[in-house]
């Protein structure tokens, strides 16, 4: 639990550090909003002109107020944060709000000014939130201490949604958007710069408050990637779902991340693979976010073994039928019990019996309930799709509000017309049954729903390949192709059969006891890219070969600095790329991939952050189409994927024993033979960082140097 | 121009058989719907117990009309259709509209029982839409004549998009959206077990009628396929885009769809062909269907070269990017012209001066505008979006729409909030502003203007591959390979040089003539799969190889039919795979992929209906990821797309030339070598259904035999 936000999200008092007489003006929302909600702690406005406001006594300074605050909430202009923060150290007031904007998101000057700030609050031991952001709003506390207009939504519904946004005007919108859904919120916190607390610091915090069982994140950066793996990692543990819009995917939208809360976006393909590691499900529209995350945090079970679905128009149930397949979520058949009980109760012309089952809309409510409670009874499934069309709005809702409640699954509903089956939506939203909209929108949510099960499942019983010692490592200049082959052979790379020869006859004394046929490759810090560089020739039958190409390399090479020729006896079967990168937010990633020249061709990859267990290794090569190969194809014999998994554990292992010097790390491919043949690491390419450099970029490195005036930021 | 369904849409008077005197019952809907919109024609309930019906009066039959009606609304048991049909035919009624279910959705008996009403129809040339759907709604001729709730939306909202559904239930449910975001309908038609109009026909109908602009088409599975294609034709050439909800595409979605409408999916590929080459724009969502069609009903212009993007919110500017950046649009940099005067409007704070831009949510109204009038005269935009948060509403929405209006492209609109911004929204909505509601749905709606738009300069432009004569054809039997090959040299594909020979001796003498390396193959008609079946060595370098190579194969295959050995000189390049199968709806397809076994393990192909033209195939080379190898990758040279172009046009030719038999041509693969050294094709395999079978599967072979009553569906 994060103490300090815990602290910060429920204050007993609350200073308003440039909140304005005048009520009409933006600044005088917070107030405004704390008044409306009856906040029950004290409100101290401090404002030197003004001896009440909006009905509070107003306080010409901090040092004036009778008590010492809890948080006070910073609406002045740029330049006098500074000054606020100070006269908070001197009164040990423990955490600050910083609406203000015009720091770290702008320019140089911007970030400077904010590294003093933030130099200032840790010497102070104050608790930042901010600066450039919209507050946070408390609902269960009723604390709406932010600038959004959300703040102002008559009720705050208090409930199980906890929802951290770098941005603070979704932050807001979040909200409201969930408000008009009657889903409930634990609280909404914005974090914007992030100075001090950090969207990792308030998953820290949702972990552990009792109240919040699912999370909406928005993010444009992580900042803090071992920090908010960390995070996660609780939430996940915890049961509580993470559902996330991470922005900041496009070149364009990557460079208003920058300028926005400061954040470097990072990639969102190391998001993407922290994210399947640990559950978080990731959603590309705020609708989505607030579909998906407000109904997990409603309806906890999870529908494993599948749902049954009833709608009545075919063209629904053939549309939901699509949704849910597409997002693997099955449709078993029903139980022989199930369909006589339908049977029972269908008329004659309702065709389809078994999943989906088609009932028509001539239904009367008795026989609707009747079908919803049969298929409840099947005892193959885990759930029940509703799936209802036409105007009989508030009638059907009610029915199927009342079988949800008694049901020991969980019975979702989702209605697809427009005003004409408002009322019934609202009726159903209102009794707290989780409904969609579209089926689309569903059958993502009950995904949602699986993927996190199965992945906390997946993470929870995890043991991760150990990283290792890491091994001495020269201070400066490329490793030797020697030293990584012998780091790799006591990692347990497999290595196919080599020898590295200084000259012609060398390698024909190597290749003869090899075995041929071989190949022959010129080493060399400068011959990263074999293939290119003409320092590979492949398939040499005889010695008579072997000497020929080694005189051949040897000559085209002349000139270009050699550790020496390294001959390789050949094997052929399925070709697997496997490497280890380095995020800069979230460190050394495994990717996995087909082999060969196509691998960087497609998107066809699997990608996670180390360290990784077997089981997982195994769950990437799952996710590889073009990998589907493995287990034999169109006459090509299964393939020995035992050995597969233990040499990529090796290139684990090798990874963690380059250390934190590592940037990147290419066994490209590992050929994969027969079951019970083995698999063979035939290239070995590592790439460090001086030991003097830092291996991590800098955030914001690629920002703009325009120096601008720093001022209040309006949202 | 469908002018039997104008008529039938257009009545000047209406009769209502099975119309009952209690208007509380769902049959009367018709009735009710037309009089509460003053429909401006005669109406005639038919029914033999009552006078008088909700304020008209009542005949007891058809035949004691005071004037032959134009159409018959029929909603009687399924029992008394035939009747009232015969009836109609006696009086020369042109047109019914049969509501009642129980037909060819059902079983073999309702089958039999369409099949029957049909031959009635067609004999007295009554035009039928139905059976088993709800009707039609012409907003501009107030002719509500459905069993919809949609019928009863205040007002009828007449415009420019057309509606065609074959579920009657989602076809209302499109109405009542489209409605709810004042987008007018100019009518709305739905088909059912279409009898006698199919939604092709009404695309016909729609391409022709001067006051829709756009069609919105929600199908199951379409049953005339030729038809269907000259329809969406007329469209494309008319200007008018089609955005299809396809449903069916799940195997339940599939069953569904035959017990629904009595249709077979059909292949969901198929149809994505006929999209692309047609300009379809296809979603999977009845959100997006209203989006995005409404959208195009309402907005004809173009954004060719990009947008430029103006947001409230820096989260918003950078969700709005992603999404853009994902879907294609450019967001070009701004005229240095534009940046500068942003840079007189903009306060220092707000950074990002350059597409998309960052205004922050302070900014005063008049400046807003003169932002959005900026962006609205940069010379590279061909349109601006709007992206607002934030709760000023009404007075933000009235400054966008007024620029919009103003302005000589389009600017779209995107609010973010929940009910906070309803006010704005509606405000829009109202003044006809096409507006958006999430960055998603807004970019997919650009994106379907500018796919609609190259895809129908494509088509009008487009020259196809002549189709060229049928060849005669063993009338039994498969074709033998000579034949084959023969065929395919006269329609110019390049086969790699080869011979077909008998013995080891004439595999060596053939490949001395052709030169070393060469493959052989084993030819026959059972010996589709040559590297399963064994029959197949490759690079064969010299003649012992060859004969050993031969007497091996022969030997393996002994008591194999075989038509001989196949001795090809070995060629290696990049390998595509091309093929010709034929769908049961929409006819041949060309098939275009990489080549090898991988190419069934990915779905990376692309697909047309034949003809097609080179550009088409150009384009389709374009959608294969895998073949971007073709263009030189990773020290590999350029290959020879022009000869790869002038191979696949012979196979095409080819598939012409097999004719109305063929079931599946597949040339895998077509090694394509450097450019200038052209591509050959080094694999043929054809198979022909016999000359006394139909290549066509009939629609609802898979039905269930169940025998049912067939009774009314309400709906």
Chains 1, 2 share one sequence.
């Not at 330049?79 to 910083?98: C, F, N, T």
Request: hydrophobic fraction near 45%.
């Amino acid at each position: 639990m994060s103490a300090r936000l815990a602290r910060l999200l429920a204050p007993r008092s609350v200073a308003l550090v440039g909140c304005p007489a005048d009520l009409s003006r933006p600044g005088a929302r917070p107030l405004l909003y704390l008044k409306q909600h009856r906040y029950p702690g004290q409100v101290y406005p401090v404002n030197p002109r003004h001896g009440e406001i909006g009905g509070f006594k107003a306080y010409p300074t901090l040092a004036d107020l009778p008590e010492r605050p809890d948080v006070v909430w910073i609406g002045v202009p740029g330049d006098q944060v500074h000054e606020v923060l100070e006269a908070m150290a001197r009164l040990a007031i423990p955490s600050a709000v910083i609406l203000t904007a015009g720091f770290a998101e702008t320019d140089e000057h911007g970030r400077r000014r904010q590294d003093g700030l933030r130099r200032l609050a840790e010497s102070a031991g104050i608790t930042v939130l901010g600066p450039n952001m919209l507050g946070f709003i408390n609902c269960w506390e009723r604390v709406p201490l932010t600038f959004s207009p959300a703040g102002g939504l008559e009720p705050l519904r208090p409930g199980a949604l906890g929802i951290a946004s770098q941005s603070g005007a979704l932050g807001g919108i979040v909200v409201n958007r969930a408000f008009d859904r009657m889903i409930g919120v634990s609280a909404m916190v914005s974090t914007g710069n992030e100075m001090g607390v950090t969207v990792s610091e308030c998953l820290e915090y949702f972990a552990e408050d009792a109240r919040t069982r699912t999370v909406a994140l928005v993010a444009e950066g992580i900042r803090d990637g071992a920090r908010f793996r960390g995070a996660v990692a609780r939430c996940t543990e915890a049961g509580k779902p993470i559902v996330a819009l991470k922005m900041g995917r496009s070149r364009a939208g990557r460079k208003n991340a920058l300028t926005h809360t400061g954040a470097l976006a990072g990639s969102a393909e190391a998001f993407g693979a922290v994210a399947r590691q640990l559950g978080i499900v990731e959603v590309d529209t705020l609708d989505d976010l607030v579909e998906t995350a407000g109904y997990l945090s409603r309806e906890a079970r999870v529908p494993r073994r599948g749902v049954a679905v009833v709608a009545t128009s075919g063209g629904a149930s053939i549309m939901t039928a699509d949704q849910l397949e597409a997002r693997g979520i099955p449709m078993p058949r029903l139980a022989p019990a199930t369909v006589e009980a339908l049977g029972r109760l269908l008329p004659d012309y309702a065709r389809t019996r078994d999943n989906p089952v088609d009932v028509t809309a001539g239904l009367s409510e008795d026989l609707f309930a009747r079908v919803l409670e049969a298929l409840v009874g099947d005892p193959g499934v885990d759930g029940v799709v509703a799936m209802v069309t036409g105007a009989r709005g508030v009638e059907r809702a009610e029915n199927v509000a009342r079988v949800a409640a008694a049901a020991p699954k969980p019975v979702v509903p989702c209605w697809l017309g427009g005003s004409l089956t408002e009322d019934g939506l609202g009726c159903l939203d209102a009794r707290q049954v989780p409904t969609f909209r579209s089926p689309r929108a569903l059958a993502s949510a009950l995904a949602a729903a699986r993927a996190f099960d199965a992945a906390r499942a997946c993470w929870i019983a995890r043991r991760p390949i150990p990283r290792g010692r890491p091994a001495p490592l020269p201070v400066t200049g490329p490793l030797p192709y020697a030293a990584l082959a012998s780091l790799a052979v006591r990692c347990a790379v497999p290595l196919v059969p080599e020898r590295l020869v200084a000259s012609p006859e060398g390698a024909v004394r190597a290749a003869r006891r090899l075995g041929f046929p071989v190949a022959l490759k010129a080493v060399g810090p400068g011959l990263a890219h074999k293939t290119e560089a003409g320092a590979l020739a492949l398939g040499l039958a005889d010695a008579r070969a072997v000497r020929a190409a080694a005189v051949l390399l040897l000559r085209r090479l002349r000139g270009v600095r050699l550790e020496g020729l390294l001959v390789q006896r050949m094997v052929t079967g399925v070709e697997v790329l496997v490497g280890v990168t380095r995020d800069a937010t979230f460190g050394p990633l495994l990717v996995v991939g087909a082999g060969g020249v196509e691998a960087e061709l497609r998107r066809d990859t699997a990608c996670r952050p180390l360290p990784v267990s077997r089981r997982e290794i195994a769950a990437m090569l799952g996710e590889v189409q073009a990998l589907r190969v493995l287990d034999g194809w169109r006459g090509s014999p299964p393939r020995d994927t035992r050995a597969l998994l233990a040499a990529i554990a090796g290139v684990v292992r090798l990874a963690g024993a380059l250390g934190e010097r590592l940037l990147s790390l290419d066994v490209n491919p590992i050929v994969v033979r027969s079951r019970g043949q083995g698999a063979f690491a035939v290239d070995l390419l590592a790439a460090l960082v001086p030991a003097d450099g830092s291996p991590r970029a800098r955030p914001c490195c690629g920002a703009p140097r325009v120096p601008a005036t720093p001022v209040r930021r309006i949202e």
